[in-house]
């Protein structure tokens, strides 16, 4: 997605330790004129897989995950990483590692809202090693619904996260695809979409 690939260039700031910071349109303030067009365009490259819901995960998947869900005509339910007091009900849970926090939380979503009915499309605005991406399969399978897909708004292609989901025979769709944040710089690989 070329305007994406170009606001990650002028607007984006290359971190030491392979990390981009992306804070002023993705995962901090967020930019909804941006954000639409890219639920937009993976719900283009998922409209004739039947997708039931769009699983993403606290916070920063939640918008290209709501605005995917809102053109698939869908619902979007997200992972908690936290527990909520008003979660009584039976949940699915999973342990992920956190690339950027370095620590492992318990994330989970309440079993009401997926079933083995269910045909998911996974969302997530970055993937590195793919351990949310991972934590959200495992909770879909807990559930018994099927992971269709995953839709991921920048992709770290230098980390084996997307090795790993295609090896699991997972469909993956990048609209941004980084080959490396060498001496301060980004450059891409070819997008997916
Ligand atoms: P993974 O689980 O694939 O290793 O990492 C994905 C998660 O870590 C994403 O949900 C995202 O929140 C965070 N993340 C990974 N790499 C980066 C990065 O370079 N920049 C930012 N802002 N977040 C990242």
Redesign the pocket.
Known sequence: MKELMERIENDGHV?GE??????SF??HQVDPVLMEKIGKQFAACFADRQITKVVT?EA??IAPALFAAQHLGVPMVFARKSKSLTMNEELLTAD?????KQTTSTISISRKFLSAEDNVLIV???????????GLIELCRQAGAHVDGIGIV?E?SF?D?RQLLEEMGLKVVSLARIDSLSDGKVTFLKEDA
Do not use: E, M, P, R
Not at 124 to 134: E, T
């Open positions: 971190l392979g990390v981009l910071k992306v804070d993705v995962t995960i920063s998947g992920v590692y956190s690339f950027t997530d605005d970055f993937l590195a090693n793919g351990q949310a991406a991972k920048i770290k980390q996260g």
